[in-house]
């Protein structure tokens, strides 16, 4: 156990044995917290400072929970979750999803299917391997409640990693999707050769577009240009370990979505959202071409060299 670790504090929870579960439990465990993780199958045996288990009820010894599990599967897990806990929980997610064809945000599903009301939204460039390895970085916490932002600068804040926080809780939420999707078109263009200045241009005109959309929810445009958006998106350019990157190169080599996310080992948020999301645009009148046009990609209706010779042919407006 951490010789920093206090006793008088009570355990962080983290529902999720996946990579990002887990690299939540290491920062946490590292900084000195017991932390208990709840996984339907195990991937790591327990440490001294983590333990393992399979019954939710466990996790309702803790105050602050995250939930790191894929967005299709929070409300079926949250809601059985929720039997076990009451208002006195703060619960912050870490999906880079929006559910149904609403596209509703995780925070709403949270707030619907447990008693919790003081919810959370963990983004930026966090990511899986780098919390593990307790490398320095930053992330964004998108909260209404103070109380909330204190508790995951306890649990995961330290010098190594800087936890900012904002009330746009939506702003985040379809920051950390979109960002998610286009981290898949990042790792799909590298693989097929493109240059710096095409990736600063579809970088660039993305978070333009995510911040339109974002508005579209009711976020805050100057949220796009923070950790939760541009510097998310920065990270994933420069090259971080986010499975997103790897299945957008497998999707480059030929793969299906679904072979692509399965030899990744990680379900992939941006592949399932992106025609929702290009609905969405399309129904709401918003200007997001490059939107419309990876979902077209993903769904194989383009190919790579059609969707940029469509992206470079469009007119010219301003910045």
Known sequence: ??????????????VGGGRFGWGLADTA???GRRVILWSRRPQRPATEAIHVTQELGELAAAELIFVAVPSAFVGEVAGRLGEHLDGAHLLVHVSRGL????????????????????????????????????????????????????????ALGRSTLRIYSTDDVMGV????????????AVGFARAM????????????????????????FGGRIETFGGLAGFGDL?????GDTRPELGVGARLAGGMSPAEAAREAGAHIEGLAVA???????????????????????????ISAEGMIKALMARRVGEE
Request: charged fraction near 20%; glycine fraction near 14%.
């Open 173 to 184: 939420e379809v920051a950390m999707t979109l960002v998610g999707l286009l981290s898949v």
């Open 275 to 301: 025609r929702r999301i290009a609905d969405h645009v399309e129904r709401a009148g918003v200007q997001a071409p490059l939107t419309g046009l990876l979902a077209t990609l993903f769904e194989g209706k």
């Open 193 to 216: 050769g493109v240059g710096p200045a095409t990736l600063a241009v579809m970088g660039t005109r993305g978070m333009a577009e995510a911040a339109r959309i974002g508005a579209s």
């Open 234 to 238: 920065m990270a994933a350019i420069a």
């Open 99 to 154: 559910v149904g064809d609403e596209l509703r945000p995780l925070s709403a599903i949270l707030r619907e299917v447990t008693p919790c009301r003081r919810i959370g939204a963990l983004g930026g460039p966090v990511v899986a391997d780098a919390l593990s390895r307790g490398e320095p970085g930053g992330g964004i916490v998108g909260t209404r409640f103070p109380e909330v932002r204190d508790a995951v600068r306890g």
């Open 1 to 14: 156990m951490s010789q920093e670790q206090s006793t008088n504090e009570p355990p962080v929870a983290v």
């Open 29 to 31: 465990a590292r900084h």
